[in-house]
C-alpha cells in the first residue's frame, strides 16, 4: 500500500487555473476593423455568453443557414496561424494585426488557394488531417478586405455560421469584438425572466443551498417582482437572475454584457463581459447556479460568486456580492442588466431582514474538500486526485460503490454527484482485478452513459481524467473501429470520380487516427466527425493506371481496422 501511495500520482496533464486579471481595453480608431462577411450582421451567439462548460470566445455571425459565403480579412495582417481540426473550431484562420490584436475566424468551409496550399504542404509533411502551425509575418500578408476563406460548418459548429474573435496577440486574451467597433443594429432592450433569493449562510454553494423563486413582471424594460413588495430574508442571502437578450431581426435567446446590483445606491456587484483569459473558460460552472441547470435545464446568472469562483468579468465585487443585513429596516435592491448596445433591463425590489442572527457553522455530510488545497481520496480498489484549483467551492465529498452489472467489469464507483462542478479534470485510477489480467490491455473507464473517460494502464490500475463527477466502471474495448465504403468497390473505374469517400466509426473509445495510402505512400483523408465520413480528394499525385488503396483506422485501444481495394484512374 505504500508503494500505491507514492508512485500512482506521479503527473497529471491539466493546468491549475490562475485566474489571472485582464488588461486595459485597447484603443482603436473608429472603423478600424472591416465586418468579416459582407452580409447585415445578426448574431446567433454573443462574447462570454454561458455555453456548456465554456464561456462563449467570440461572436456567432449567422449565415442565413448556408456555407459559402466570402469571409474577408477584417484588417491589414498576415496570417500568422493555421489550423485544421476534427471539431473544436474545424477550419481556422489567424490574422494578426499591427495593433496588437489578432482577428480569429472559425469553422471555415475552404481556404483562400494561398491558405490552402500552405496547409496541404503541411498536412504532407506531417502526414496528418489534424494541421496547427504558426507562419511568419513574409509568408502570407494580407490587406483589408481581402477573401482569406468561404463560411463553413466544420469542426464542433452545431450549424453554418462563422465564429469570429479577436485577440490580445501577446497574452492570447479574447477581447469583445463588439467592444472593438464591429457594430450590430440593436436597439431591443433584454429580458428579465425570474428572480431567484439564495440563503447562503456557512455552507458550500452546492446542489443543498436553500432558494427562493421570484416570478418577475414588466414591459420595456421596467421590471418589478409580481405580488410582492418587501422580500423578508434572513442570515447571509445571494441574488440570481434568469435573464436573455435579444436583438434586431433574431430570434435567438442571446447572452447577456453586464450585470449591476445596487443596495441602498452602493453598487455591490457588476459583470462586464469585455475580455478574458481561456484558464478561466469553464468557471462559467461557478458564474451560474451549475446544479439548476443540471438538473433542470434552467440558467440562472448567479449575482455573487462563490469562494473560488471570481473571473475577470468581475468588475466590482463587494463581500463577495453576498448580502447579510443586521438591521430591521426596509432596503432598496436595484438589479440591472445591459447588453452590448447599452440597451438596458432593470428589476427594482425591497428586502428587509426578519432575523439578524447566523446559523451555527456548517456541519458535512461526508468528507469536506477544501477547494484552496491539494485533495485525495483512496480505497482498496479506487484512488483520486484533485489539484488546486479544480473546486469553485468547499466541497461536501462523498462516495459510494455499487456491485457489477452485466455491463460492467468492476463496481460502480459512485463519485460524489454530477450537480457540482469541476473546474480541471480530475486523475482517476480503478484497479484491475486479478480474473481481468488477460484483458487489461483493452480495459477502459467509462461513465454512466458509457462514454470513455480513458483507459491508460499504470502499476495494476487503469487510469483516466474525467471533468465532471458521476459513475464510472470498467468496460473491455477489443472491437476494431467499422469501416464502410461509399463510392468504391474492388477493382473498380473511378476516372470519373474527384473523390473516394467512406464511413467510419467506433462503438467505446473512439477513433485515435487514420491513414490512407496509395501505392504505399501517405495520402491525405478529410474527416467530418459530425458525419463520421472519410475521404480524398484526388490530386495530381495519383496518376493513370492501376493503383493500390489501403486504408488504416485505430481506435483509442489501438483495435485496427484495414481495408485494401484495388482500382483504375
Same mark, same amino acid.
Given at each position: 500500500?505504500?508503494? =500505491?501511495?507514492?508512485?500512482?500520482?506521479?503527473?497529471?496533464?491539466?493546468?491549475?487555473?490562475?485566474?489571472?486579471?485582464?488588461?486595459?481595453?485597447?484603443?482603436?480608431?473608429?472603423?478600424? =476593423?472591416?465586418?468579416?462577411?459582407?452580409?447585415?450582421?445578426?448574431?446567433?451567439?454573443?462574447?462570454?455568453?454561458?455555453?456548456?462548460?465554456?464561456?462563449?470566445?467570440?461572436?456567432?455571425?449567422?449565415?442565413?443557414?448556408?456555407?459559402?459565403?466570402?469571409?474577408?480579412?477584417?484588417?491589414?495582417?498576415?496570417?500568422?496561424?493555421?489550423?485544421?481540426?476534427?471539431?473544436?473550431?474545424?477550419?481556422?484562420?489567424?490574422?494578426?494585426?499591427?495593433?496588437?490584436?489578432?482577428?480569429?475566424?472559425?469553422?471555415?468551409?475552404?481556404?483562400?488557394?494561398?491558405?490552402?496550399?500552405?496547409?496541404?504542404?503541411?498536412?504532407?509533411?506531417?502526414?496528418?488531417?489534424?494541421?496547427?502551425?504558426?507562419?511568419?509575418?513574409?509568408?502570407?500578408?494580407?490587406?483589408?478586405?481581402?477573401?482569406?476563406?468561404?463560411?463553413?460548418?466544420?469542426?464542433?459548429?452545431?450549424?453554418?455560421?462563422?465564429?469570429?474573435?479577436?485577440?490580445?496577440?501577446?497574452?492570447?486574451?479574447?477581447?469583445?469584438?463588439?467592444?472593438?467597433?464591429?457594430?450590430?443594429?440593436?436597439?431591443?432592450?433584454?429580458?428579465?425572466?425570474?428572480?431567484?433569493?439564495?440563503?447562503?449562510?456557512?455552507?458550500?454553494?452546492?446542489?443543498?443551498?436553500?432558494?427562493?423563486?421570484?416570478?418577475?413582471?414588466?414591459?420595456?424594460?421596467?421590471?418589478?417582482?409580481?405580488?410582492?413588495?418587501?422580500?423578508?430574508?434572513?442570515?447571509?442571502?445571494?441574488?440570481?437572475?434568469?435573464?436573455?437578450?435579444?436583438?434586431?431581426?433574431?430570434?435567438?435567446?442571446?447572452?447577456?454584457?453586464?450585470?449591476?446590483?445596487?443596495?441602498?445606491?452602493?453598487?455591490?456587484?457588476?459583470?462586464?463581459?469585455?475580455?478574458?483569459?481561456?484558464?478561466?473558460?469553464?468557471?462559467?460552472?461557478?458564474?451560474?447556479?451549475?446544479?439548476?441547470?443540471?438538473?433542470?435545464?434552467?440558467?440562472?446568472?448567479?449575482?455573487?460568486?462563490?469562494?473560488?469562483?471570481?473571473?475577470?468579468?468581475?468588475?466590482?465585487?463587494?463581500?463577495?456580492?453576498?448580502?447579510?443585513?443586521?438591521?430591521?429596516?426596509?432596503?432598496?435592491?436595484?438589479?440591472?442588466?445591459?447588453?452590448?448596445?447599452?440597451?438596458?433591463?432593470?428589476?427594482?425590489?425591497?428586502?428587509?431582514?426578519?432575523?439578524?442572527?447566523?446559523?451555527? @457553522?456548517?456541519?458535512?455530510?461526508?468528507?469536506?474538500?477544501?477547494?484552496?488545497?491539494?485533495?485525495?481520496?483512496?480505497?482498496?480498489?479506487?484512488?483520486?486526485?484533485?489539484?488546486?484549483?479544480?473546486?469553485?467551492?468547499?466541497?461536501?465529498?462523498?462516495?459510494?460503490?455499487?456491485?457489477?452489472?452485466?455491463?460492467?467489469?468492476? @463496481?460502480?464507483?459512485?463519485?460524489?454527484?454530477?450537480?457540482?462542478?469541476?473546474?480541471?479534470?480530475?486523475?482517476?485510477?480503478?484497479?484491475?482485478?486479478?480474473?481481468?489480467?488477460?484483458?487489461?490491455?483493452?480495459?477502459?473507464?467509462?461513465?454512466?452513459?458509457?462514454?470513455?473517460?480513458?483507459?491508460?494502464?499504470?502499476?495494476?490500475?487503469?487510469?483516466?481524467?474525467?471533468?465532471?463527477?458521476?459513475?464510472?466502471?470498467?468496460?473491455?474495448?477489443?472491437?476494431?473501429?467499422?469501416?464502410?465504403?461509399?463510392?468504391?468497390?474492388?477493382?473498380?473505374?473511378?476516372?470519373?470520380?474527384?473523390?473516394?469517400?467512406?464511413?467510419?466509426?467506433?462503438?467505446?473509445?473512439?477513433?485515435?487516427?487514420?491513414?490512407?495510402?496509395?501505392?504505399?505512400?501517405?495520402?491525405?483523408?478529410?474527416?467530418?466527425?459530425?458525419?463520421?465520413?472519410?475521404?480524398?480528394?484526388?490530386?495530381?499525385?495519383?496518376?493513370?493506371?492501376?493503383?493500390?488503396?489501403?486504408?488504416?483506422?485505430?481506435?483509442?485501444?489501438?483495435?485496427?481496422?484495414?481495408?485494401?481495394?484495388?482500382? =483504375?484512374?
Amino acid at each position: 500500500m505504500r508503494f =500505491f501511495r507514492a508512485a500512482l500520482f506521479v503527473f497529471c496533464l491539466f493546468p491549475i487555473s490562475s485566474f489571472s486579471q485582464p488588461d486595459k481595453l485597447p484603443e482603436i480608431p473608429p472603423n478600424y =476593423f472591416l465586418n468579416p462577411l459582407d452580409l447585415k450582421l445578426f448574431l446567433s451567439g454573443t462574447f462570454g455568453e454561458i455555453r456548456t462548460n465554456h464561456f462563449h470566445s467570440g461572436i456567432d455571425i449567422k449565415t442565413n443557414q448556408r456555407e459559402g459565403y466570402p469571409v474577408y480579412a477584417v484588417a491589414d495582417g498576415y496570417i500568422s496561424r493555421l489550423r485544421v481540426q476534427i471539431g473544436g473550431f474545424g477550419n481556422a484562420v489567424y490574422i494578426n494585426h499591427p495593433n496588437g490584436l489578432t482577428s480569429v475566424y472559425a469553422h471555415l468551409q475552404r481556404f483562400n488557394s494561398k491558405i490552402s496550399l500552405a496547409i496541404k504542404n503541411y498536412q504532407y509533411l506531417r502526414e496528418s488531417f489534424e494541421a496547427d502551425f504558426p507562419l511568419t509575418p513574409i509568408e502570407i500578408p494580407v490587406k483589408k478586405g481581402d477573401i482569406i476563406a468561404w463560411s463553413g460548418n466544420t469542426g464542433g459548429s452545431a450549424g453554418p455560421h462563422l465564429h469570429f474573435e479577436v485577440r490580445n496577440t501577446k497574452t492570447e486574451q479574447t477581447i469583445n469584438p463588439l467592444a472593438l467597433g464591429i457594430k450590430i443594429q440593436d436597439d431591443v432592450k433584454p429580458q428579465i425572466n425570474g428572480f431567484y433569493i439564495y440563503k447562503i449562510n456557512h455552507a458550500p454553494f452546492n446542489e443543498f443551498t436553500p432558494k427562493q423563486y421570484f416570478q418577475t413582471m414588466g414591459t420595456n424594460g421596467k421590471y418589478t417582482l409580481n405580488k410582492v413588495s418587501v422580500v423578508n430574508v434572513s442570515g447571509k442571502i445571494g441574488f440570481g437572475l434568469v435573464t436573455h437578450d435579444l436583438m434586431n431581426g433574431s430570434g435567438n435567446r442571446n447572452g447577456i454584457y453586464s450585470t449591476t446590483i445596487w443596495l441602498d445606491n452602493e453598487k455591490i456587484y457588476e459583470t462586464q463581459a469585455d475580455q478574458f483569459y481561456f484558464d478561466q473558460t469553464r468557471a462559467v460552472n461557478a458564474y451560474i447556479d451549475y446544479p439548476s441547470k443540471i438538473s433542470s435545464g434552467r440558467v440562472i446568472e448567479k449575482g455573487f460568486i462563490s469562494k473560488g469562483g471570481k473571473t475577470s468579468f468581475h468588475k466590482t465585487l463587494v463581500n463577495n456580492g453576498i448580502i447579510y443585513l443586521q438591521d430591521n429596516n426596509i432596503h432598496d435592491v436595484k438589479y440591472l442588466v445591459k447588453d452590448a448596445n447599452g440597451n438596458e433591463a432593470v428589476l427594482n425590489f425591497k428586502i428587509k431582514s426578519i432575523d439578524t442572527n447566523l446559523p451555527s @457553522p456548517y456541519k458535512a455530510r461526508g468528507t469536506l474538500f477544501n477547494h484552496e488545497q491539494e485533495n485525495t481520496f483512496i480505497k482498496e480498489d479506487i484512488a483520486i486526485k484533485f489539484l488546486k484549483g479544480t473546486f469553485y467551492d468547499d466541497v461536501d465529498f462523498t462516495y459510494s460503490k455499487s456491485a457489477k452489472t452485466s455491463n460492467s467489469l468492476s @463496481p460502480i464507483h459512485i463519485i460524489h454527484n454530477k450537480l457540482t462542478p469541476l473546474h480541471q479534470a480530475f486523475e482517476l485510477l480503478l484497479k484491475v482485478d486479478s480474473s481481468l489480467n488477460k484483458m487489461k490491455d483493452k480495459l477502459v473507464i467509462v461513465n454512466e452513459s458509457g462514454i470513455y473517460q480513458g483507459g491508460e494502464l499504470t502499476n495494476g490500475y487503469i487510469r483516466a481524467y474525467p471533468k465532471s463527477f458521476g459513475r464510472f466502471y470498467l468496460k473491455v474495448d477489443s472491437i476494431a473501429p467499422n469501416v464502410t465504403p461509399i463510392n468504391i468497390v474492388d477493382h473498380a473505374n473511378l476516372s470519373l470520380q474527384k473523390a473516394i469517400s467512406f464511413k467510419i466509426g467506433d462503438n467505446l473509445s473512439g477513433i485515435k487516427e487514420f491513414k490512407g495510402y496509395i501505392n504505399g505512400k501517405w495520402i491525405l483523408m478529410e474527416y467530418d466527425y459530425k458525419r463520421g465520413l472519410l475521404w480524398h480528394n484526388f490530386d495530381e499525385r495519383t496518376g493513370f493506371g492501376k493503383h493500390t488503396f489501403t486504408l488504416v483506422v485505430s481506435d483509442m485501444k489501438k483495435n485496427t481496422k484495414t481495408i485494401q481495394l484495388n482500382f =483504375f484512374r
